[in-house]
């Protein structure tokens, strides 16, 4: 079992940076998949960035790509999402989340556990 928990999000103008961090509970973190995702109201929730298990293969949304990294610390049991150049269009509540596989993968079905989210805001 996982716990995630999230947490760096905040309000900027566009243009700004945020880092957000995944703190994950349990001895098997370093061999599960990590993915970011994020939710604005009145949308599904979507893929953002994911990692596997290593932090060898990374994969992000067309819509981030270029300006978020996202990374891990296996040591620290802790996933990233460095943010920058934010736009309007970035604003949503971002979750975290793991799978119990090594891959990562871009799709909500696949993950087994899910983090409470933290608010991001961007203002133009």
């Known amino acids: 079992q996982v716990r995630l928990v999230e947490s760096g999000g905040g309000a900027v103008q566009a243009g700004g940076s945020l880092r957000l961090s995944c703190a994950a509970s349990?001895?098997?973190?370093?061999?599960?998949?990590m993915g970011w995702f994020r939710q604005a109201p009145g949308k599904e929730r979507e893929f953002v960035a994911t990692i596997r298990d290593t932090g060898s293969s990374k994969s992000y949304a067309d819509s981030v790509k270029g300006r978020f990294t996202i990374s891990r610390d296996n040591a620290k049991n802790t996933v990233y999402l460095q943010m920058n150049s934010l736009k309007p269009e970035d604003t949503a509540i971002y979750y975290c989340?793991?799978?119990?596989?090594?891959?990562?993968?871009?799709?909500?079905?696949?993950?087994?556990?899910w983090g409470q989210g933290t608010q991001v805001t961007v203002s133009s």
């Open positions: 989340a793991a799978r119990n596989l090594w891959s990562g993968s871009y799709l909500v079905d696949d993950y087994n556990y």
């Open positions: 349990g001895r098997t973190f370093s061999y599960y998949g």
